[in-house]
């Protein structure tokens, strides 16, 4: 499975199935997975903190390093799989959705090449 092959309604039956197996469904609840989302969100934090700019460039670049935060990275998409699993939402329509009001939100012409500022 690739990005190239692999759609989200198969990433999200492929979560479904391995959480079935266990019998763990019980225990996601919106509240219980949106936790583990902030902590696996942490866990991939710590992969860089305390670096600089070209430290993160070396830790992205090194395979130990790389590695780890690949499965970071997994671990929090597929507890955002779980909880869109959980509460039957459409990531895809949300993702969709969320870069249209941010378009709006953030305009082009009035953004480009540089960070918004809250």
Not at 14 to 33: S, T, Y
Not at 46 to 53: I, K, S, V, Y
């Amino acid at each position: 499975m690739s990005d190239n092959d692999t759609t989200v309604r198969q990433l999200r039956a492929a979560v479904e199935q391995f959480v079935a197996e266990r019998d763990w469904l019980q225990f996601h609840n919106a509240k219980d997975l949106a936790i583990s989302i902030s902590l696996e969100a942490a866990e991939l934090l710590e992969e860089f903190q305390w670096l600089d700019a070209s430290g993160v460039a070396a830790a992205s670049a090194d395979p130990e390093a790389r590695s780890r935060i690949r499965f970071e990275l997994a671990d929090i998409v597929v507890y955002c799989l779980c909880l869109s699993n959980a509460l039957e939402m459409d990531v895809s329509d949300a993702v969709v959705e969320k870069l249209k009001l941010a378009g709006e939100k953030y305009r082009q012409d009035e953004f480009r090449g540089r960070a918004p500022r809250r």
